[in-house]
């Protein structure tokens, strides 16, 4: 159903919320999405959103993600669709393809400047603004589509970098995209309410009131960790009131209690904007970063999903899960273009049947999912659900006999709870690969996170190998504050190992990942602390780094005789080389809480390794850009990355810090 449509069907006052979500980076995080997907579509969002990486990096997936929203979960779906970089082959492929899945809904962007050019360029002369995008949608498909466009209460920028950043501009941007056939606005994530309030003001009475009725809806991202909001804020250049940033620094050494916090922030600033806006902005779109805990609580505090439930009338049905218990739900109304059968293995319901969206709100006052007896073995904190299990439905009477306990996504209990929360903590490129948050979102996808002027201020012109070391020599010193496999410098717990990493640059082993080896840290420790209070937290050694030809055969010969380290090494083409089977994992950080059990956050495995290769090679790539081409830096930088290898390294021995160092010879390194 489109978008609009759905706004005419319910009272003009009534609140609703919409999700965010992106394609995660690997199969099994995909398939855990779908999970995922299943379980929070239970909380009735009015639509959810699918990106659409830079350039069309994610198109297929993408489409695909947002073909099984629409057609096997039940979902009003919106895809993102971006016009930089694209051809009209293209975009007139993903459009009906949309159109075949049963999509109604495009939210319509320029998109991110391409990565070898410091301003964004066109690359053709039919799509140089997003208003061109609109157009042709309407142009080509008439009313099919609902087009959303997006809006920048504080003004856009280009990339991470601030280019003409005037709210008055991008009003006048916004207009004429609205003026081309665009149905409703979604915003930039932001922080700063008071701002937002100013800008949806000056919206509603600017060119004549254009924009007086159309629908603006603001973006609030739940803040899920203190280094990925910052991360995000300077990426999109997100101003964070100071207020805000002394509630988060006050709690930035206990991931929980920046979650709680979170929460109360986003709770507080969706009720400031209902008020501030005179209940204009009835809607919020939560993007979620693929994670449900954060965004179930913010719902719940907030009132949002009392307030849906008690507007929605859902019958109940039955869900049978994967290992054959019933699931007793409710089911919302069916979407009609969700009548396709489902993709990418996620199960749909029975043969011959539509595919149906299924809710658990139950209107009891405290929203609890309401589920039937699940065995104990099921109730485990990293159980995974088979996507192809997640969703079958079966009618039933509701006379039927079933005994329930209640549970909430919040807490963190039971069967759904601990499905909600396994990978809660910090999923970065060392996450859980099986998480759908593992990997780094930016929505830029592969970049050296600085524009080319600057990366040759910082990087200058190297010729030889031993420029290319000086430079990440320089940034383990602190000297240098960006490599283009990092926009930071390293983190404070590095500072125990710095000299070993030193030396290991020196001799031209370029590092871009480690960790000392931690024997029982309490969880508030400032440098090394994680997760809730009152726990401990312990670290395996590792490192990551760029090797030459030459040294790795060296190196994977003394490997061959260590089995206290597990190794990946891999190169541009494919070659692949590691002591673990395909399916082994080795976990590398993990903490033990009270309440909880086992937390292991951070996991290296053969999945995981792949996809960072693949990435940090292609980074090499956008490097060899900003040099002209033949150039003595652009060649060099492209015969390193043609040849040289990304090694990983575990030491297993954890209660022997110097361990890994003295194997790679650099543990007396001064």
């Known amino acids: 159903m489109k978008i609009s449509d759905k706004l005419e069907q319910i009272p003009k006052d009534a609140p609703y919320f919409s999700f965010e979500f992106w394609p995660p980076k690997t199969t099994a995080g995909l398939e855990n999405l779908h999970a995922r997907l299943f379980r929070m579509s239970r909380l009735q969002p009015f639509f959810v959103t699918v990106t659409w990486g830079a350039g069309g990096s994610t198109a297929a997936l993408s489409l695909d993600l947002a073909s099984a929203c629409q057609q096997s979960h039940g979902l009003t779906t919106c895809l993102h669709l971006t016009c930089t970089n694209m051809d009209k082959s293209i975009l007139d492929q993903t459009l009906l393809r949309a159109r075949d899945a049963g999509i109604r809904n495009i939210l319509a962007l320029r998109g991110d400047p391409p990565r070898g ?163 204009r ?41 994967g290992q054959g218990r019933t699931v007793t739900i409710h089911e919302s109304a069916i979407d009609d273009s969700a009548a396709a059968p489902a993709t990418n293995g996620v199960a749909h319901g029975n043969p011959g049947a539509k595919s149906r969206r299924t809710s658990s709100l139950v209107s009891d006052g405290q929203n609890r999912v309401v589920v039937e007896e699940i065995r104990a073995d099921m109730a485990r904190l990293d159980l995974l659900t088979e996507a192809k299990d997640a969703g079958k439905v079966e009618s039933a009477s509701a006379a039927s006999r079933r005994r329930s306990n209640s549970v909430t996504l919040q807490e963190g209990k039971s069967v759904l709870g601990k499905l909600a929360t396994w990978d809660e903590f910090p999923n970065g490129r060392w996450g859980d690969a099986r998480s759908p948050a593992f990997g780094e979102l930016d929505g830029y996808g592969v970049t050296i996170h600085v524009p080319p002027q600057e990366a040759l201020q910082l990087w200058q012109h190297p010729t030889d190998k031993s420029d290319i070391s000086s430079l990440f020599v320089r940034h383990v010193k602190g000297e240098l504050r960006a490599i283009p496999w990092s926009e930071e410098g390293l983190a ?125 090679f292609a980074i090499w790539g956008e490097w060899e850009k900003i040099y002209p081409k033949g150039s003595p830096s652009a060649e060099l930088i492209n015969k390193i990355g043609e040849n040289y290898l990304l090694v990983t390294l575990v030491h297993h021995e954890f209660l022997e810090q110097n361990a890994l160092w003295e194997f790679l010879g650099v543990a007396d390194k001064e």
């Not at 995008?133 to 997006?150: N, P, S, T």
């Not at 603001?218 to 509630?247: D, H, N, W």
């Not at 693929?290 to 965004?295: I, T």
């Not at 609580?297 to 849906?308: A, I, R, W």
Request: proline share 5%; hydrophobic share 40%.
């Open 281 to 321: 902005c009835r809607g919020v779109h939560l993007c979620t970063l693929n994670l449900e805990k954060s965004v179930g609580s913010v719902l719940e505090k907030s009132g949002l999903l009392d307030k849906v439930a008690e507007r929605e009338h859902v019958p109940e049905v039955n869900i049978v899960n």
């Open 117 to 279: 050019q410091e301003y964004w360029t066109p690359t053709s002369e039919d799509f140089v603004y997003a208003r061109d995008l609109v157009r042709y949608i309407k142009e080509q498909h008439g009313d099919y589509f609902c087009i959303g466009v997006a809006a920048y209460p504080e003004g856009h920028v280009e990339g991470s970098v601030v280019v003409e950043r005037d709210v008055n501009i991008d009003l006048g941007y916004l207009a004429e995209k609205v003026k081309a056939g665009a149905e409703f606005v979604l915003t930039q994530l932001f922080y700063d309410t008071e701002a937002f309030i100013a800008f949806e003001k000056e919206l509603r009475d600017f060119d004549g009131g254009v924009m007086r009725d159309i629908p603006v809806i603001p973006t609030i991202m739940p803040i899920q960790s203190y280094q990925s909001f910052r991360r995000m804020t300077k990426l999109c250049g997100a101003f964070v009131p100071p207020e805000l940033l002394a509630r988060l620094d006050k709690v930035k050494g206990d991931d929980e209690a920046v979650k709680m916090v979170g929460v109360d922030v986003a709770v507080e600033m969706i009720q400031r904007v209902y008020e501030g806006t005179e209940g």
């Open 492 to 616: 404070p717990e590095s500072e125990a190992i710095r000299q070993h990493l030193i030396g290991l640059n020196q001799k031209g082993w370029w590092t871009v990942g480690s960790q000392p080896a931690l024997n029982a840290k309490p969880s508030a420790d400032a440098i090394f602390g994680w997760g809730p209070k009152n726990g401990w937290v312990f670290q395996k050694a590792f490192v990551e780094f760029f090797v030459s030809p030459e040294d790795w055969r060296e190196l994977y010969e003394r490997l061959k005789e260590q089995p206290q380290i597990s190794f990946y090494a891999g190169n541009r083409r494919g070659d692949h080389y590691s002591n673990m089977e395909q399916s082994d994992a080795n976990v590398v950080t993990w903490g033990i809480f009270p309440g909880r059990e086992v937390a292991q956050p951070t996991i290296i495995e053969e999945v995981s390794f792949r996809a960072w290769k693949d990435e940090s």
